[in-house]
């Protein structure tokens, strides 16, 4: 199977918790239904290349990065979490550092409220991050607004009808994932990618 | 039924092939209806058919008919149970089977 292109490719940057299993299946359900392919950290599992180096390769592959920093917060061991602003850094800095390709590149970063970041990375000001409020049909609307942008010549389906069909996919979901024994809210990523591919001809955006 | 059983299942990396999500996506889906009893015939998706029934045996038969015509799977779940692919007599037509 070929590489997506680089135009088409979406790097989803955010955490796979299951207090995030809401917002992350919403998130790559508006990408793929807007068009484009959806990657993550998620989407390979080679012991063989490091993490962070599986991250630079798919960060360059992707013109296009979600960032969420949602989840930046304490954890139990009283230590903030700093997984999604360290690959936001990576992001920025092949935007800057990078070759002609990489200086292409756009993002969208999101927070659970609009002001939060100016409490733990100020330096952000300027990029206008959005607010989600952990709200799957906002964070739905707000993707697709910012991908529509990213291609203001092409017909893309309206928020709320990626949000009405992707309630309806997620009412399906159970049947699917029952069909092969497996847990809904631990889909691997591919599966997740495929079962949406698959889904979406069947119900198609209304033009 | 002497044919082969088959497993629906994951590949060894835990991933699943593409024409299999394609037969579930497309199937007809046979399912126990919440509350008080009954059956459900559902096509995945916000335009498909989907119907209720008095039995299990009412909508499997309505399930195959119209699977017929679209040479689809006919896909029947049961609570706690474990899931097999059964071979039918027709061709491009599936029954899951879950073992007591």
């Given at each position: 199977m070929s590489a997506p292109a680089y135009e088409d490719s979406v790097f989803i940057n955010c955490p796979f918790d299951p207090q995030y299993a809401e917002l992350f299946p919403a998130l790559v359900f508006t990408v793929i239904d807007c068009g484009f392919v959806a990657r993550s950290a998620q989407e390979e599992d080679d012991s063989g290349e490091s993490r962070i180096e599986k991250l630079y390769r798919i960060i360059a592959s992707c013109k296009y990065g979600i960032h969420d920093l949602s989840r930046t917060e304490l954890s139990e061991f009283g230590l903030p979490r700093f997984n999604m602003p360290l690959e936001l850094g990576i992001y920025l800095g092949a935007r800057k550092f990078g070759d002609a390709i990489n200086r292409t590149k756009t993002c969208l970063i999101l927070d659970r409220?609009?002001?939060?970041?100016?409490?733990?990375?100020?330096?952000?000001?300027?990029?206008?991050p959005k607010a989600h409020r952990n709200s799957p049909r906002r964070a739905v609307i707000v993707v697709r607004n910012w991908l529509r942008n990213a291609r203001p010549q092409e017909q893309l389906p309206g928020g709320e009808d990626i949000w009405k069909r992707y309630r309806a996919f997620r009412r399906d979901l159970p049947l699917l994932t029952a069909s092969f024994k497996l847990n809904r809210n631990a889909l691997e990523f591919l599966d997740l990618t495929t079962m949406i591919n698959e889904w979406l001809p069947l119900n198609p955006p209304r033009r | 039924m002497a044919k082969a059983m088959r497993r629906l299942k994951a590949s060894a990396t835990g991933r699943l092939s593409r024409k299999s999500i394609q037969g579930a996506v497309r199937a007809l889906h046979v399912f126990p209806a919440a509350g008080n009893g009954g059956w459900q015939v559902k096509e995945l998706g916000t335009e498909g058919l989907h119907k209720r029934f008095a039995s299990m045996e009412e909508a499997i038969a309505f399930a195959k008919q119209a699977a017929d015509k679209n040479n689809s799977q006919v896909l029947i779940h049961r609570r706690n149970a474990r899931l097999k692919v059964e071979g039918s007599e027709k061709p491009g037509v599936y029954k899951l089977v879950y073992p007591r």
């Open positions: 409220s609009q002001d939060r970041y100016r409490r733990f990375i100020s330096d952000l000001a300027g990029n206008d | -």
